[in-house]
């Protein structure tokens, strides 16, 4: 009688748990961003990357938005054409954290390795500039975003754009930010690991 009891105590505490994540994340200010067109098989996504959401369950968290700096308008759900060449421009307003792997100050998987900083090419940053990473592991995507000097003036940001290939697969694609500036000993909780914050999914269709 006891295992029995145990094991339906144990189903009870899970499924507890299961909803009250997915009231969590229902309360997150997510939306679909629809990439723009530009021309022939390519296409822009605008976003901002700012240090306090503004909104949701965590205002105080990092967020990725839209470019308007709409705290209800959470970019993480991201939707691009097949075999496109899509330029992400990114406003970036947080303060840098110290990347733990090197690997992930190098940019990749853009076109030409490539990604501009102001206006410059570069294609990696030291370890201790970059605030967070744009990437996409499904693709090999990977851009370290610099982030802006903590005595900076408000609303002071640095403006990373790149451009990568959308693929010739209809899929799904997980994306995220890679370096630690979440909770936890090895900042990746918190905003690392929440959808809606530094957290999403790539959709081509």
């Known amino acids: 009688m006891k295992p029995?009891?145990?094991i339906f105590g144990t189903t009870i505490v899970v499924i507890a748990l299961a909803v009250a994540y997915v009231v969590d994340l229902a309360q997150i200010p997510t939306s679909t961003v629809h990439a723009a067109s530009t021309g022939s098989r390519t296409a822009s996504?605008?976003?901002d990357v700012v240090p306090n959401a503004g909104a949701g369950p965590h205002p105080d968290w990092v967020q990725y938005q839209t470019f308007d700096l709409n705290a209800s308008k959470s970019a993480t759900q991201f939707v691009i054409p097949v075999s496109t060449w899509v330029t992400v421009t990114i406003h970036q307003y947080d303060t840098p954290?110290?990347?733990r792997n090197e690997f992930f100050g190098l940019v990749q998987g853009t076109k030409g390795n490539i990604a501009y900083l102001n206006g410059k090419p570069f294609q990696a940053l030291s370890p201790d500039i970059p605030s967070h990473t744009f990437s996409i592991p499904g693709l090999g995507v990977n851009v370290?975003?610099?982030g802006v000097s903590a005595t900076a003036a408000p609303n002071t940001y640095q403006t990373i754009r790149?451009?990568?290939y959308s693929g010739?697969?209809?899929k799904i694609y997980h994306w995220q930010c890679f370096d630690p500036c979440g909770w936890g000993a090895y900042g990746n909780g918190g905003p690392m690991q929440t959808y809606g914050y530094m957290d999403g999914r790539i959709q081509v269709v």
Do not use: E, G, Q, W
């Open 144 to 146: 370290p975003l610099a």
């Open 97 to 99: 954290t110290t990347l």
């Open 162 to 164: 790149f451009t990568f």
């Open 4 to 6: 029995i009891l145990a």
């Open 45 to 47: 996504l605008n976003l």
């Open 168 to 170: 010739d697969v209809k």
